[in-house]
């Protein structure tokens, strides 16, 4: 792919990149050139992942590590920049939600949440920071939510973690300008993956009332996130920084 969104000689982290949304970035990452590196806990499903971007042409390898933790960040890092050579691209995507009210939600609980979904995205940026740094210009994409906007119910850390990202985004964006790094989030809507179908086999009628909000008439697809994805990861979008993108079918202008 020649032009703007080229990606060849690139090299992306893509956390939580073995399945869902993170598999749809990593495969419209792949699909413009860059080399990936898929990051999960799971790894049989990270080596899966593995050999279907490897199948589009590029490089991958697959590392195995909970990105909430210190160690195993540092870890990813240096096997990275071991094994592909550099750091360009780093997309903080991994996240978990537990559904409960915030009286009924334990301090453990909150702090998974917390962990998982936004403590990742400042481990994960600060230990890739020097790498992306050294080359001159990079990129982070973090992953936010509809409940980085909305409020909700039965997800007060998800919410706050959802939140919390979207102004971390912001103060890295102003941060690292100077380096020529840009930061942005994207912020999905309803979109078919585990995460989800977990949350329809418990919530009745949440699939009809997601088409019924929702402008598009559909749920999003993991497709859905490859071209935004790429264009946040490509020199089309050097002068976009600190922005918060919904990818949402319209749920979010939706009155
Ligand atoms: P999935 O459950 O399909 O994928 C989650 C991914 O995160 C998996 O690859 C999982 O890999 C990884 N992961 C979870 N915890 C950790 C951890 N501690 N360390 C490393 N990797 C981890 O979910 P989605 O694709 O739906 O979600 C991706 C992102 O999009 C999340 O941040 C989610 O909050 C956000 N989002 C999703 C929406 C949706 O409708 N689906 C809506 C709004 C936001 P492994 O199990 O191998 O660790």
């Not at 999960?40 to 199948?55: C, M, Q, Y």
């Not at 973090?142 to 039965?154: P, T, V």
Request: hydrophobic share 45%.
């Amino acid at each position: 792919m020649a032009g703007p969104f080229d990606l060849r000689g690139k090299v992306a982290i893509v956390t939580g990149g073995n399945g869902g949304i993170g598999l749809g970035m990593a495969h419209g990452l792949a699909d413009a050139g860059a080399d990936i590196a898929v990051v999960g806990r799971n790894e049989a499903k990270s080596k899966a992942a593995v050999a279907d971007l490897t199948g589009r042409g590029v490089r991958a390898i697959a590392v195995t590590a909970d990105v909430s933790d210190k160690g195993d960040v540092a870890a990813m890092v240096e096997r990275v920049v071991g094994n592909l050579g550099r750091i360009d691209i780093l997309i903080n995507n991994a996240g978990m939600s537990i559904r409960k009210p915030p009286h009924l939600l334990e301090l453990e609980e909150w702090r998974e949440v917390i962990d998982t979904n936004l403590t990742s995205a400042f481990l994960c940026s600060k230990a890739a920071y020097p790498a992306l740094k050294s080359a001159g210009r990079g990129k982070i994409i973090n992953i936010g939510s509809m409940l980085s906007i909305f409020g909700a119910s039965f997800a007060p850390a998800y919410a706050a973690s959802k939140g919390g990202i979207v102004q971390y985004t912001r103060a890295c964006a102003c941060a690292w300008a100077p380096d020529n790094i840009q930061v942005n989030a994207i912020l999905p809507g309803w979109i078919d993956t585990d995460l989800t179908r977990a949350a329809r086999k418990q919530i009745d009628g949440l699939h009809d009332r997601v088409l019924a909000r929702t402008p598009a008439g559909r749920w999003g697809d993991i497709g859905d996130f490859a071209g935004i994805a790429t264009f946040l990861s490509s020199s089309a979008s050097d002068f976009v920084t600190g922005t918060a993108i919904p990818v949402d079918g319209g749920y979010s202008v939706m009155a």
